[in-house]
């Protein structure tokens, strides 16, 4: 699977957010991901496919759902983490945010004592 960078100067505004900064952005016909440098230090990879299916009563956009496992390895692999542990989160339901069809991978500093090792 192959990216291309897109220029800061082409990247659409995200959210201001005092939790974390924009650093890169890259696209492909499928899909879009936006690595972000967090506040606590971790880096986050944003991911959401590039069909648009609609807007929201909100008027944000709806992206299309269905990012597998294996598409998430691949965009990981693409884009140079092959060699890094990276983790999807699933908060508890009062923390919950959920506004559009987007995946996150956090950069694990560590190799995690749980997960796959060779013996």
């Known amino acids: 699977m192959k990216f291309e960078e897109i220029p800061k100067e082409k990247w ?17 016909r499928d899909f879009l991901v936006q690595i972000y440098e967090e ?17 929201n009563n909100l008027g944000n956009p709806i992206w299309k759902d269905g990012i597998t496992w294996d598409q998430l390895q691949s965009i990981k692999n693409s884009l140079g983490y092959e060699n890094h542990w990276l983790v999807e989160c699933y908060p508890p339901e009062d923390l919950l945010i959920n506004v559009a069809n987007m995946r996150h991978l956090y950069l694990l500093k560590e190799t995690p004592e749980f997960g796959w090792h060779k013996i």
């Not at 659409?12 to 492909?28: D, E, G, H, Y």
Request: net charge positive; charged share 20%.
């Open 12 to 28: 659409v505004q995200p959210v201001i957010s005092i939790r974390s900064t924009l650093v890169k952005a890259f696209k492909n």
């Open 39 to 55: 506040n606590t230090g971790f880096t986050r990879l944003s991911i959401n496919r590039t069909k648009l299916i609609g807007f």
